[in-house]
C-alpha cells in the first residue's frame, strides 16, 4: 500500500529528466539557472564574506589523506561546506541538491549516499590543468557538479573556461563552457577528464561531488 501512495506521489520534474537524459547521452549536462539570481547573488556574498574572514585554504591534489599542495597543477582557494552549519544562503543550496539527489535515486536507482561541496575562488592567474575527479583511494565519486557564482557581466575574455574531454566515436572532442552565473555543469566524475583555463579575473564557484556507497 506504501508503495502505491509513493507512485502517486511522484512528480516528473522536467529540469531533472533533463538532466538525467543529458547525462546518458552525452556524460555531461548544462544546466541554466538552476540556482535563481538571487540565490546566486546570496551565495556569491556569503563565499566572498568567508574569503575576507581568510577562512578559505589553497586547494591540495588528492583528497583529505593525500594532500600535496601543486601550484602547478592548481591554484583555487577552497572552502568545504558543512551542511549542518549552513547559513541561510547555503540552507536553500543544500535544499535544491538534496531535493534533485532524491529524484535521482528515485526514477534513476543511482544509490547516492553522499555528498561534499566546496566553495571555489581561482585568483586571477590561476587554473587546473587537466584531470579526473576520481583518486586511487577513492573512487565513490559518481556525479560532479559546478555551480558558477560570477558577477552577472562575466565575459568570455575573462577566460576560466571549463573544458570537458568528450570522446565521441573514439575522438576526443573538447567542449568549452564559460562559467556564467546561475549556471550549473554535472557531469561523470569518473570518465571526463576536464581542466579549467588560466583566469584573468577572479572567479567564484560551488563545486561537489555526488558519491556512492
Ligand atoms: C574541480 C573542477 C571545474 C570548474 O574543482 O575539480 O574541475 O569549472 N572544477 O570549476
Ligand atoms: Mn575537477
Redesign the pocket.
Known sequence: MQEIFEQLDFVENPMYESIINDLMEQQYSIVEGFFSEEEVLALRDSLLDKFEEDAFKK?AIGNRVNEIIEKSI?G?FILWLNENEANFAEKAFFNRINDMVSYLNKTCFMGILFKEFHY?L?PKGTF?KR?L?TFQNDDRRKL?M?C?LNDEDWQPEYG?E?VLYLNINGKEIPKT?Y?LPGRM?IFESQILE???KPVEQK?M?I?GWLKTR
Do not use: C, K
Request: glycine content about 4%; overall charge negative; hydrophobic content about 30%.
Open positions: 586547494a592548481r583555487d571555489a581561482y587546473y584531470h575527479d560532479s559546478v558558477y576560466g571549463l563552457i562559467p555543469v576536464h581542466e579549467v572567479r564557484s563545486t
